[in-house]
């Protein structure tokens, strides 16, 4: 079990620009989530997949957000024409059916 | 609208006594609660979790209350180590297994 891995671990780019991140979950993991977590503030829903399936998208997840898991296996989250208010950390977890979620190190996001 | 709060956002607690960080929730329709550990730059790390269908559940050290009447759930750790010092979230599973979570209470073990 080497746990949940997100790459890379920090990203700084201009605002305007498209940025990519990775999560790659616990083998034997079929749900994947997607969170993102500002200063002072817990981690808050984005969007989750069952398989390659994605079954829930938060509001907060604008339409310059897509995320996608091919095949049910890694996941990437895109931005597109990052803005000032994206800053934050990105978090991605996984987990067995209902069970708890078990989650990355985040990629830390900040825009210039 | 935050439906979890943990209105404490700091605790302080002598090595080897009790420390109780405390949850309120809003929706009645939230039915599993979890509470995750938090280091700085590491990822939440899961540490106890209660089915509503319970009051109590406990793991060595840690308990967690959950009082559905009050919308209220407490974890208790006991006794506190220093290793213990970290951000705790109260979290709360909606219909989907997304989680919500509160904004955390920084626990500090004093040796």
């Known amino acids: 079990d080497t746990g949940v891995s997100q790459n890379p671990r920090h990203k700084i780019t201009k605002r305007g620009q498209n940025v990519t991140f990775r999560c790659d979950p616990i083998?034997?993991?079929?749900?994947l989530y997607w969170y993102r977590q500002t200063l002072g503030q817990g981690p808050e829903f984005l969007t989750y997949?069952?398989?390659?399936?994605?079954?829930?998208k938060s509001r907060l997840l604008s339409d310059r957000f897509s995320a996608e898991r091919p095949k049910g296996s890694f996941s990437t989250l895109e931005i597109q024409r990052t803005e000032q208010g994206d800053s934050a950390m990105y978090l991605c977890?996984?987990?067995?059916?209902?069970?708890?979620?078990?989650f990355g190190d985040g990629t830390r996001l900040s825009i210039l | 609208d935050q439906q979890v709060k943990q209105n404490s956002p700091s605790l302080s607690v002598q090595e080897g006594r009790i420390s109780i960080l405390n949850c309120d929730y809003t929706n009645s329709m939230f039915d599993y609660f979890l509470w995750y550990k938090k280091y700085p730059a590491e990822g939440p790390t899961f540490l106890i979790s209660i089915s509503s269908i319970k009051d109590k559940n406990e793991d060595g050290r840690f308990t967690v209350f959950l009082n559905k009447s009050a919308k209220h759930l407490s974890l208790h750790i006991v006794p506190s180590q220093p290793g213990d010092s970290a951000v705790y979230f109260c979290a709360a599973k909606g219909g989907a297994n997304n989680l919500f979570f509160g904004t955390g209470t920084r626990l500090t073990v004093i040796p």
């Open positions: 997949f069952q398989n390659e399936a994605q079954l829930e």
């Open positions: 083998s034997e993991h079929n749900r």
């Open positions: 977890a996984s987990s067995l059916d209902w069970q708890p979620q078990h």
